[in-house]
Each structure stands twice: as structure tokens, then as C-alpha cells.
């Protein structure tokens, strides 16, 4: 099946700090991939869709200057959290589609003290 | 608020026996219906999907049922297995590369 990878896997960060996290798929191309923020016990929410060479779509209520994204390939998405806060701390998934499946990447722990 | 809805919200089951999950949905422009486990720290992994136009797709042990009319299915995992452990979430997109709407998630026990 296709892989998607994420790295980091998890990081701890300062309050006031960017955290970069990246998402690839690793034997195909995805011109769109997802992110999703997974909180302890509790569903997948998706925060946006990542269209590669144009902007991302923001799901209602996600702030798209605090969470940008960047699809500037066919292979890698960019989330980079900005000024994070203790708030912010989550279990952050993204997604790719191949063929008509969503293949999940394994997902980065973020903890922002 | 929850376009797609989940339960029971935790299930225990004895080895060997049936695990059951419900969704339920109201959109009725959904048209692709996955089942994703996850593993405690891990990526969703997708177990097993349908389509509308089948009533029943089965999948080694596992098997989805389709009520098109009542907007519900269900997963049942025949001969759960320790392994089998884990929380499994339904969801429903218009179609497989659309965006998915997850279920609240189901914690499955499988005890030895």
C-alpha cells in the first residue's frame, strides 16, 4: 500500500515558538493531502485541505495565519504551527489520497509548554 | 456538530466473539464509507470502505453492512483477536478522494 510519512514524530516546544511539520508520500504523487489534529480520546477534526501550487482551504473556526500550510511539491506538505501555545498541543495527522484511498501518515505528537 | 454518528463509544469483547460498531449519517450526498483502526499513538489505517450500491462487503473477518435507506452501517469484526485491540472510527466523504467526516471513534477491548 502507499506510505505517508511525518517528521518529526513528536516535538516539545516553548510557548511563542514555530514548530515545522512535514508530511510526505513516499511512492506517489498527491496533488491534495489533509491535516487533520487528533486531541487525547477524541476524533480526527480536519483543519485543511493542501492543494499543491495553490492555497490551502481552511476547515470553519481553523485560523489559517496561526496554521499555515505550504504543498510546494507533489510529494511533501508543510505544517507549520506558528507562536504556539499550550492550547496547541495535539496529536496533528495528515493524509494523502491514492487511487481513491486516504492513506494516513503516522502522525506528530506536539507538546508546547 | 457530528455529521457522522458513532457508537457505542467503547466495547469489551471476549476473544472469539463478534465486535459490532454503528454509524449512522443524514448527508445524503455521502457516497464512500471507510473504516479506519488506530493504535494508540499511531495513524488511522484503513480496515475496509463501501459504496452505496452494495448492501454487504466482507473482508476477511471483517464486514460492513449498508442500510441505504435508514443512512446507517455497521462494521462487525467476527473472531476478535487480542490484536484486534484498538479504536476503530467509521466516516463518510461524497466520494474517496473528498474530505472525510469521522465518527466519534469506538475503543474495541478484545479480552484473552
Known amino acids: 500500500g502507499a506510505v505517508v510519512s511525518q517528521h518529526p514524530s513528536r516535538v516539545i516546544c516553548k510557548s511563542g515558538t514555530s514548530v515545522k511539520i512535514e508530511c510526505r508520500s513516499l511512492?506517489?504523487?498527491?496533488?491534495?493531502m489533509f491535516w487533520y489534529r487528533q486531541f487525547p480520546k477524541q476524533s480526527l477534526m480536519l483543519m485543511a485541505t493542501?492543494?499543491?501550487?495553490?492555497?490551502?482551504?481552511?476547515e470553519q473556526g481553523v485560523e489559517k495565519d496561526k496554521f499555515l500550510i505550504n504543498h510546494a511539491s507533489l510529494t511533501l506538505s508543510t505544517l507549520t504551527v506558528t507562536s504556539a501555545h499550550p492550547e496547541d498541543s495535539s496529536f496533528y495527522i495528515c493524509?494523502?489520497?491514492?487511487?481513491?484511498?486516504?492513506?494516513f501518515g503516522p502522525g506528530t505528537r506536539l507538546l508546547v509548554l | 456538530q457530528q455529521q457522522v454518528k458513532q457508537s457505542p463509544q467503547s466495547l469489551i469483547v471476549q476473544k472469539g466473539g463478534i465486535s459490532i460498531i454503528n454509524c449512522a449519517y443524514e448527508?445524503?450526498?455521502?457516497?464512500?464509507f471507510p473504516w479506519y483502526q488506530q493504535f494508540p499513538g499511531k495513524g488511522p489505517a484503513l480496515l475496509i470502505a463501501?459504496?452505496?450500491?452494495?448492501s454487504e462487503k466482507k473482508e476477511g473477518r471483517f464486514t460492513i453492512s449498508f442500510n441505504k435507506s435508514a443512512k446507517q452501517f455497521s462494521l462487525h469484526i467476527m473472531d476478535s483477536q487480542p490484536g484486534d485491540s484498538a479504536t476503530y472510527f467509521c466516516?463518510?466523504?461524497?466520494?474517496?478522494?473528498?474530505?472525510?467526516?469521522f465518527g466519534a471513534g469506538t475503543q474495541v477491548v478484545v479480552t484473552p
Open positions: 448527508n445524503t450526498a455521502f457516497d464512500y
Open positions: 463501501i459504496r452505496p450500491d452494495v
Open positions: 511512492d506517489f504523487q498527491a496533488t491534495t
Open positions: 466516516a463518510a466523504a461524497p466520494d474517496s478522494w473528498g474530505k472525510l467526516q
Open positions: 493524509s494523502a489520497t491514492k487511487g481513491g484511498t486516504q492513506y
Open positions: 493542501s492543494n499543491e501550487g495553490s492555497k490551502a482551504t481552511y
